[in-house]
T-cell receptor, first 116, second 111 residues
Framework: NAGVTQTPKFQVLKTGQSMTLQCAQDMNHEYMSWYRQDPGMGLRLIHYSVGAGITDQGEVPNGYNVSRSTTEDFPLRLLSAAPSQTSVYFC???????????????FGEGSRLTVL | GQQVMQIPQYQHVQEGEDFTTYCNSSTTLSNIQWYKQRPGGHPVFLIQLVKSGEVKKQKRLTFQFGEAKKNSSLHITATQTTDVGTYFCAGPFGSNYQLIWGAGTKLIIKP
């Protein structure tokens, strides 16, 4: 199994450009999410999804869109990039259910985005 | 809103010394998770604690969940170079689908 695959690993954008970060998982996980990680800070949730056709906002959703047309894929779209969106982006997925309704998050290797 | 505070931000140790990071939540948690992120890498799940007062060990790592389920700690005995990285705690909030993360504690081994 490949686990969680993110592309691209690195990207440089100019202010105002748009782009899509791709995320795919092959573990049949219902839950998928996007985080951003900035120096000295923990992970901040951007958007998440608990199944195909269902998405919801996290802590820092502004400037980002997501969709979930299949169980496997959860792309993150930057509509009009800004320097404040320079960050490392992680996609993560997990199984939903069990006694606690939370469980191990499996992360992709990250996408390092620089907005000039 | 709900917060998870993690201290210290950094800890410098000599190889062989112990390391501890502490996590405190503003509200009671149903469970808490710990992750390790190596430099340049992605977070990797270490453990999930669910029960009040729970203590779990993984070789040289000891994880504790407080009696009130509002705090947790990770203790590493006799650190090794392979332990270098940032350790994060995370707890669920809202619908339990979301996790709120501590800012992490970076373990640095002094040369």
């Amino acid at each position: 199994n490949a686990g969680v695959t993110q592309t691209p690993k690195f990207q440089v954008l100019k202010t105002g450009q748009s782009m899509t970060l791709q995320c795919a998982q092959d573990m049949n996980h219902e839950y998928m999410s996007w985080y951003r990680q900035d120096p000295g800070m923990g992970l901040r949730l951007i958007h998440y999804s608990v199944g195909a056709g269902i998405t919801d906002q996290g802590e820092v959703p502004n400037g980002y869109n997501v969709s979930r047309s299949t169980t496997e894929d959860f792309p993150l779209r930057l509509l009009s990039a800004a320097p404040s969106q320079t960050s490392v982006y992680f996609c993560a997925s997990r199984y939903v259910g069990g006694t606690t309704n939370t469980g191990e998050l499996f992360f992709g290797e990250g996408s390092r985005l620089t907005v000039l | 809103g709900q917060q998870v505070m993690q201290i210290p931000q950094y800890q410098h140790v000599q190889e062989g010394e112990d390391f501890t990071t502490y996590c405190n939540s503003s509200t009671t948690l149903s469970n808490i998770q710990w992750y390790k992120q190596r430099p340049g890498g992605h977070p990797v799940f270490l453990i999930q604690l669910v029960k009040s007062g729970e203590v779990k060990k993984q070789k040289r790592l000891t994880f504790q969940f407080g009696e009130a389920k509002k705090n947790s700690s990770l203790h590493i005995t006799a650190t090794q170079t392979t332990d270098v990285g940032t350790y994060f705690c995370a707890g669920p909030f809202g619908s339990n689908y979301q996790l709120i993360w501590g800012a992490g504690t970076k373990l640095i081994i002094k040369p």
